[in-house]
């Protein structure tokens, strides 16, 4: 069992303060978890995201497994020592990627043939294989191989999905009893709650993975595509048929008031590639929402994104040096919006910790949200 | 006259290191100066130049004058502020863009009308323009506006964009003379020595220019195509009439041999973007040469590019990871591949000018040119 204490829990709420340890340090949560998909938080290095306060990062099974390829992270020591990250690493099960980025050739109840979206050759992917990719990649937390329907999904498809994640959390749970980690550091494993939009599969999902005894649970199956108030009931119901003693990781969640949402129901950890992406993309945060900062409105302004913001971009860096670089195609202004939406993300979960640990994270939340609007969302 | 002290001159060849002082910090010479193009150095940040011991930077005149244009950056307090830099900046004289890479419409003693290579719109410089968007950069050395033939040039033509070239140098040192800095620090301003590959060219340009009186004196017109042999003949022999007592630069210039046999030669400063450039492409630099990281080669290469190098990338990370992120076409990749080749021409620079001091240039240059070899040049 991951050890996990929780330090405060918030009287009018599920939301809950706590911190879990690794052999690569301590994590406070709530969490935001950066997106490291290759082995890189893209455009940022691993110093970077520590000094904006980043202890663990996500990396994707899939992808790695593709590029550069098992023996190369092995031969490296694994992948914290490959992409020079010190802190916790989680990695997914790469069950999402295969379903959704993969050319499906065969799913059977014992595991999935899939074609390499980069080149077309052909994989196989069983809960066996998919703890021994992670094993490889050495990370803190693994996550069991999990089949994760599309929304809408039809509830036999969905039932049947989650029957097959359930079977293969065991047989994940088998093999990493059996066989320890590679390079010495002790590998957590998490099981993964499906369902769907089904409250009463989401139950039976939780009921059957917790009977397993899993080190925390993820709710899986959310944030496809499904509207906002379903995302907000499934992960409600979810987290709170989830063990109070464990951590909890809503996967690929998300937007901010999504997260702080679901801060709110009890979840512990959050990942999702937005900051990184739409700061590519001149889309920045604020406690105001989201600025694109390519607009003109920016290009004579000499203020930074936010003048209380403490990340590099905000105290280096104006509005219109960075809505220059992002118009002449820079990189660098690519990085300074990473930078800057990295520290958002890190800093709204940390400020979501310490209200809780203040006991006074109803009224932050409701500043938070009133405050924060994004069209609409 | 721009301060400039030397503190050692090699007794077997042209070498010498000195200093030079600007109101933004004083410039060691032998110097390689990194390009910023568009107000960064591609993709590093300010204070990552500075790190790797950048002193001083060049911007593009034409580039920045499109994009952002003048009122963003006069707005900022000038280019320095703009993006961050407190060190040395130099500017070209937009002369070379303009006549390589827009549209030209119009040619006349008095200047130049051309097309944006962006969008078309239609501008014209003329050496008065040159300076006055110089100044509102705010470059600690500005350069004169001057006509720059591609090669092979006809003789005629050489001689009459020299010609040219002189008549515009004489009113941009009128201009300046007339209008003092906007933002309170000193502006030297350089000529640029042009004759394409006459020598009798050369020395009637050199001979006019040096009897004007600039700071600093420019060898312009090479590196545009010739011959690596013209090359450095032109720039031997035009080092060899500038005066002794100014920094000599010599523009766009270059490959490491090229730059260890102009420094021979009498150079001081040096630009070039290929180390920036080639980094983007996966070529790194090495003391034996260029090595194309992306290679198979390097795949399960767990060393870093350089074990005695001592910038960021080399200190951190290996060459498999490099080539990793480069064969998945993260940004990140870029960014150290950058870092490592600017920490190569700043410290290929820096000990030439060690070798100076410590009156072993010679043994230096050719153990330097003996081990690095770059296909053959």
Known sequence: MIPFTLQATDADSGARAGTFQ???????????????????????TPEEVETAGGRIILGNTYHLYLRPGLEVIRHAGGLHEFMGWNNALLTDSGGF?????????????????????????????????????????????????????????????AEEAMQRTHRWAEQCLEYTAAE?????????????????????????????????????YAIGGVAVGEPKQELRQMTALTASLLPEEQPRYLMGVGKPADIVESIAAGVDMFDCVIPTRNARNGLVYTPDGRLPV???????????????????????????????????????????????NLQFFLDLAGAARAAILESRFGAWKTEFLRRYRENGE
Chains 1, 2 share one sequence.
């Open 22 to 44: 690794t052999d690569h340090g301590a994590v406070n949560t709530p969490v935001f978890m950066p997106v490291g998909t290759y082995g890189a938080v893209k455009t940022v």
């Open 97 to 157: 990627q295969v379903f959704s980025l993969a050319k499906l050739n065969n799913i059977t109840d014992a595991g999935v043939t899939f074609q390499s979206h980069i080149d077309g050759s052909r994989h196989y992917f069983d809960p066996r294989q998919s703890m021994q990719i992670q094993r490889i990649l050495g990370s803190d937390i693994m996550m069991a191989f999990d089949e994760c329907p599309p929304y809408p999904a039809e509830r036999a498809y």
């Open 180 to 216: 320890g980690p590679i390079y010495g550091h002790t590998q957590y494993l998490f099981g993964i709650v499906q369902g769907s939009t089904f409250p009463d599969l989401r139950r039976m999902s939780a009921a059957h993975l917790t009977s397993l005894g899993f080190d925390g």
């Open 294 to 340: 390519r607009n003109a409105t920016s290009a004579d302004d000499h203020t930074p994104i936010d003048p209380d913001c403490t990340c590099y971009t905000c105290r280096h860096f104006t509005r219109a040096y960075l809505r220059h670089l992002l118009n002449v195609n820079e990189i660098l202004g690519h990085r300074l919006a990473t930078l800057h």
